[in-house]
Every structure is written in structure tokens, then in C-alpha cells.
């Protein structure tokens, strides 16, 4: 494996990442999130290791903070959803564009909180990476 190559970093943080929010769901098992959440951190871990090689520079950033993505996606995922349950007292579903919870399989109607889960746990680990 060549770890001086960007293409790497940013496939396994991006792809990692649209993994994770597709398949939110699984994440509810405290034991597969445990599991995931240290696999996020060693793949954040690899990044960080690397980050100060010159051939991971690119014109807008470093290729390696594309490994923090997972790790940045767990962390709010486990925030957002302890707040939704404070708040809404449900699980959050993830909404896709004119979508109803019926498609989903689930047993209630979709509302502004699902949307905003959706978008901030899509969002915030991309925001957090420019960052850096």
C-alpha cells in the first residue's frame, strides 16, 4: 500500500464516510458502533501519522484530513442522536428528498428534526475537515 498516494486517503475517508451515513442505522447496536467508532479512529490515526507528508499536500488542504471524515461522522452521529432522543423521544431517521418514513419502513412521519439529523451528520464531518 502506498501511503504517499491522495487518492487513498480520500477514497477510504469520503467512501467511509457515505458508508457510514448510508448505513446509519446498524450504528444503534452499541456494539457495532464500538467497533466502527475504532476502526474510525485508527483510519483518523493513519491520517494524522501522515498528514505532514509533502506529497499529501494539495492546493486546498492536506489529502490526509480526508481520513478524519469517519471519526468526525461517528462523533456527531453519537451527538445528534443522544440529542434526538432527548428531544423528539424517537430514533432519527435519515430523510432523502421528498421522502416519506412509509418508504422506510417505519412507524412514524418524518419531520423537521429527521431533516436537519440528515443534513448536519452529512455536513459537520466535511465542515469540521476544513478546519485544519
Known sequence: MDLDNQSLYIILGGIGQI?????????R????????????????????????????KMPNG?????????????IYYWILRNLFLIIFGNEPLMTGY???SWEQGEYRKLHMGDAIFTVLTLV?????TLLF
Open 19 to 27: 458508508i457510514l451515513w448510508l448505513f446509519y442505522k446498524i450504528l
Open 29 to 56: 447496536n452499541t456494539k457495532i458502533f464500538l467497533i466502527v467508532l475504532i476502526l474510525a479512529i485508527l483510519l483518523a490515526l493513519l491520517g494524522y501519522l501522515n498528514i505532514s507528508r509533502e506529497s499529501l
Open 62 to 74: 492536506n489529502a490526509a484530513t480526508w481520513a478524519f471524515l469517519p471519526l468526525f461522522f461517528m
Open 98 to 100: 421528498m421522502q416519506s
Open 124 to 128: 459537520l464531518p466535511f465542515l469540521t
